[in-house]
């Protein structure tokens, strides 16, 4: 509750807080409390502005207080809100000690209220005590009813003492009918369902059929189709668990209704037959969420080495799938069918190494073998199998043909690269002096006394550059990340005259460079292949254009990323510099990049350890 | 020369100088030229006023001059030296005409002149064109030789020609006389060696000799004698190799003295004994150079086997050593023998699948080649072995000890790297703070008149904060680069309270995230593993641990590399900022990065696109 909104109040209101803080200084929890309530200051000072100090008088405010209403009422203000920072703010000059501890705010002071309640006067401070379960921040109203159930059953001799009926419809004023009688159902004891369900307005025909139906049940079904009925499914796992093989359907059923698989695989033994079950449902559900290698870990270690083999093979697991298939053991035809599928598979994907070994190994079928392998231009280990299974006329038929393809096609790849480097390179150049000459421009106009959040915004140079931009650009950061990430692929074309076309440039080159710098593994390879087999020609000119593009690669860098590149020739500073001319000139070091992209403001690096020429070639 | 230095001489120039570009626009060459003798203004003027329009004009200018004497004078003092960009400015408003081609300016002027004079009369210009050989970047005084030789032979009968005699005085006036003996036994000609020596002071007892033994010898030996006498080392091979099989010794001495194994290999067929021998000797300087796996190659493809095995299994090259192995063929006993060396070799060189496929296919020893895999933590591969060769056993043996040790050296690395990762974030902190601090009270002490250069240089701020440490920078940057390197990995130290604490904290930390999304791969593999022999609790662990580390990354990279974290709390602009005060903030944003190390400018990327995590686990 705010203040009303005039001078006079608000004055008093400083007045008051400064007699507040004086009387909870002094521990005078009474008078604060009593002037709070009066002047309608929030209760929650009395906690906020000190904590730890209250915290070591909870038993002197109870005492203080000493009215079980008033108890409550500051239990049920509380809030995890600190008033000393919003509501009530502190004078300058004093310094704030923060609260201490992780949990929040309210659950620590329901805590400590109650267990000096408890230890004070368990009978007295009953229904304060009851608040202090309900408010915090997951109400422990199943405490709250075996309180009120153990008052029933044992109704206590105090004078002062709380009966169990009041007890009750005070919980029912804090807590709605429906929810207390769902977590009454909760404590399976159907004495305390039938104490709140009277209590409520519920109409015993509804139910008393229901309860009645429950208590014919075995206990752990019992509790298992109430825990269903409360839509606890962990803890109906775990009793219907315990109801024996007649009701492993239905357990099997909930798992997959609820994917509670690694629930429960939790309560059978590896071994037993329910493991078994639950692991080949839960392999058919992994399956279906394309998680077929950890359905297949899950067959196998169970047994279920068919459907094992299945699930591997179909996740091109090939390793698992033939140890499976060699643990069966498959029938060698079999073995060899599979090992064919493998490799064909392996081979659509690209993995011709792997493909090779099903295929030598398992199939025994070493041509197919060398064909991958020199498919994959894994040239040693081709070569390797062909004195292997003494097959060299595969040299010649097949060998040095994709030699020599292979070269031509890097050589025409590099020339491809080279010829985008230098291209983009230069529009880079282009694009950025247009832009340099453009925010100049743009500085000189607005003068110096344009807007300092103007100069803080770092896409404000450019969002001025094309205003029908800046409006496409408001759209899509409405969006979802999800859309922005795509919409941005779009917004960094590389078309000329686009507004984020030098970003769009970077990234080209960034993976020109990238690209470039993996080819030193495979062009090495090429390059011993080809001396080998005496085309010591191919191989010089492979060696020189690569080495050319890298050579190119390495002074281009600099020239890209430099931050003279970048800055432009205007000086930073000088006489005729100004804030704002300096600041244009940072802003211009950086490309018009967002902070989404930092990557373009970084140049890649090139793996210089990597040692891929050959000292034989010139 | 330069003008005397009173006043009045420079003001005379100034004048001179306008006169000389009027005559040289009106191509008058005669004026100009007398002019600028008599008054000693440097003759590449001449061509440096308009480098197109003279050498378009070119004979206009022979004919102008029209004397040997002064051609010759002209061509001597020819430089590449632009002389409009350096003795003699352009007036401000001419713009200039920048000379043509890649071709260094004397060798243009050089050739361009000869060919006009050659064009005009061989024989009157005579002087000049071999003036104009000497004068180029390289002088061509073997065709100088070739045309003094050509006037002794054949007597021109012009009325203006020069004789041989004349021509080779002149020469020997240009050139030193002990370069053109040389030169002119590089010829060939005898009777030019003649000519030259007879005309030099050279005493004949010191060279008939030499040259009465040359002209016993056959042809191309004589050749290669010279060649080698003159240190022409790649001529001398080329002769040698057509002295036919006797002289083969000979030649290979060259070879390996000169280092000459690529031009060598390219004078003989591949097949021949030559090229065998050729490679044997290249093969051995290369294994010597560390490059075994190149003199492999060399030796395998000549036929060399043996030889080329050795070096394949010096350098590991394992495939092509089995390769060559089986090509030779090894006997069997043999092979196993090769296989094991290989496969231990591997092992050392934790390279540990390889020598598994060694030890496995070639040793035929599957029990080494599961121990190999498992040590290595190639769980798959283990298991495809043991199952292939039915050693299940292996299992309960090794495999899952093998697979518990993983599991907790993996966990207490991530701990250790977890409790780095804390340490270095918090100390990164605090440096921050102290160096901003520091960064202030500068500013605020020096005031804004201190001086533009203090606020260009961006390690100024640091530099100024530790002067004891400014002194050691400057010794540091005499040194090499390499030295630099090494010092610096020094000057980073991690030490409390070091000049570059906060860089050497930025690179363990970018050190740890890199190391610990590479475990992604491992850790994923032992999960499956783990699972695949049900110890579930253990994956459970090892991936909640590792998932939170990598969660803790995740918002650990933007704290410490966030554009806010690296500035800090003070306001980059407004009322009260001045230059100074914004560049002091720009130059916070980075740490105290000297732009030899942007790298630690950049957040590391971790590499979200590997699925490591397991779903069946919790």
């Not at 209220?113 to 608040?131: Q, W």
């Not at 153990?150 to 709605?176: G, I, R």
Request: proline residues 4%; charged residues 25%.
């Amino acid at each position: 509750q705010m203040p009303r909104g005039n001078l006079e109040t608000v004055h008093h209101r400083a007045l008051v807080l400064a007699q507040l803080r004086k009387w909870l200084d002094g521990l005078r929890f009474k008078d604060a409390f009593e002037c709070m309530r009066k002047l309608r200051i929030n209760l929650n000072l009395i906690y906020d502005h000190h904590p730890a100090v209250f915290l070591q008088n909870v038993e002197m405010f109870l005492k203080q207080i000493d009215s079980i209403n008033h108890i409550n009422l500051f239990l049920t203000e509380l809030k995890e809100e600190d008033t000393t920072k919003t509501m009530y703010p502190r004078p300058a000059n004093t310094t704030s000690s923060s609260a201490p501890g992780k949990a929040g705010k309210v659950d620590i002071i329901c805590d400590a209220l109650r267990s000096t309640m408890e230890t004070l006067n368990m009978h007295k401070y009953c229904l304060c005590i009851l608040t202090s379960h309900v408010r915090k921040t997951t109400p422990e109203l199943e405490i709250c009813l075996q309180k009120v159930h153990e008052l029933l059953v044992n109704p206590p001799s105090a004078a002062d003492a709380v009966s169990a009926e009041e007890a009750l419809k005070y919980l029912l004023f804090l807590v709605n009918v429906n929810e207390l009688y769902e977590h009454s159902l909760g404590t399976y004891d159907f004495d305390l369902v039938l104490m709140v369900a009277e209590k409520s307005q519920k109409d015993p025909k509804e139910y008393l059929p229901f309860l009645n139906m429950l208590k014919t049940l075995e206990p752990n079904y019992q509790r298992y189709t109430i825990d269903k009925h409360l839509k606890r499914y962990r803890k109906a796992l775990r009793h219907i668990s315990k109801c024996g093989e007649e009701h492993f359907t239905e357990l099997l059923s909930l798992v997959k209704d609820q994917r509670l698989y690694s629930d429960a695989l939790e309560l059978f033994p590896s071994g037993s037959q329910q493991y078994k079950s639950l692991s080949v449902g839960y392999a058919e559900h992994l399956v279906e969420q394309h998680q077929a290698e950890q359905a297949g870990l899950l067959l196998w270690r169970c047994g279920e080495t068919v459907r094992a083999l299945q699930a591997f093979v179909s996740c091109m697991s090939w390793r698992h799938a033939l140890a499976v298939a060699t643990h069966i053991p498959l029938a060698p035809e079999q073995l060899t069918q599979l090992a064919r599928d493998l490799g064909e598979k392996l081979l659509e994907a690209r993995r011709h190494t792997e493909a090779a070994l099903c295929l030598e190994l398992y199939a025994k079928d070493c041509e197919e073998a060398i064909s991958a392998l020199i498919e994959g231009a894994a040239w040693e280990e081709a070569l390797r199998l062909i004195y292997l299974y003494n097959r060299e006329d595969f040299i010649e038929t097949n060998l040095k043909s994709a030699i020599l393809d292979a070269h031509s096609s890097q050589m025409s790849f590099i020339e491809s690269q080279k010829a985008l480097l230098i291209r983009h390179k230069n529009r880079l150049a282009v694009v950025r002096e247009l832009k340099a000459k453009a925010s100049l421009e743009l500085f000189d106009e607005e003068g110096p006394d344009c807007a300092d959040s103007e100069l803080y915004s770092e896409a404000s140079t450019v969002s001025n550059l094309g205003s029908k931009h800046s409006q496409s650009n408001s759209r899509i950061s409405s969006r979802s990340s999800k859309n922005r990430r795509k919409a941005e692929g779009k917004k960094y074309s590389l078309k000329e005259g686009s507004p984020f076309e030098d970003i769009a440039l970077l990234r080209s080159l960034i993976q020109i460079i990238t690209v470039v710098d993996k080819m030193k593994e495979e062009v090495h390879n090429l390059l011993k292949v080809l001396v080998l087999f005496l085309f010591d020609a191919q191989a010089s000119s492979l060696q020189r254009v690569y080495s050319e593009l890298l050579q190119l690669l390495e002074t281009s860098i600099p020239d890209i990323w430099s931050e003279n590149a970048q800055r432009g020739h205007n000086p930073l500073t000088g006489p005729d510099s100004t804030a704002n001319s300096i600041m244009a000139s940072f802003q211009q070091q950086r490309p018009t990049a967002s902070p989404q992209d930092p990557e373009v403001l970084m140049a890649p690096k090139m793996r210089n350890t990597v040692k891929w020429r050959l000292t034989i070639l010139k």
